[in-house]
């Protein structure tokens, strides 16, 4: 008598393929546009009944195309605030010394506490 194992493999995404298929298949059965009875391809009566097309669905969401609109939302720019602060604060310290640190960090936290209202008083209003 012989030893025979037949190894089983399981793999989640086909599994959740088959599930999104078996839904979408059965919704659009319960919507009328696939019959029980007919082969059609899945595919297309999917289009039929949502109008979508596959075409331009990646580029809906890139990031290219929602630009941040408020300035403090791009990553480009405030890092560009960031290194200004800081080639600031070491030009400022070398030439005035610690006076100077001490002007940026009571300047610093003064337009801190103002944006702080300015977005304070913005949600408020909403």
Known sequence: MRFDIKPRHYDPVKEEIEQRTARIKHQLEADGVLSNGK??????AYRRAEGSSIRGA???GSPIRNKPSDLFSSAGMLRMI????LVGTITGYLYWGIDALYTLLYIGIGIAV???LIRLKGKANE
Do not use: G
Not at 39 to 44: P, R, S, T
């Open 39 to 44: 082969n059609q391809d899945i595919e297309e």
């Open 82 to 85: 960031i290194l200004l602060i």
């Open 114 to 116: 103002v944006l702080f």
């Open 58 to 60: 990646f580029t809906q």
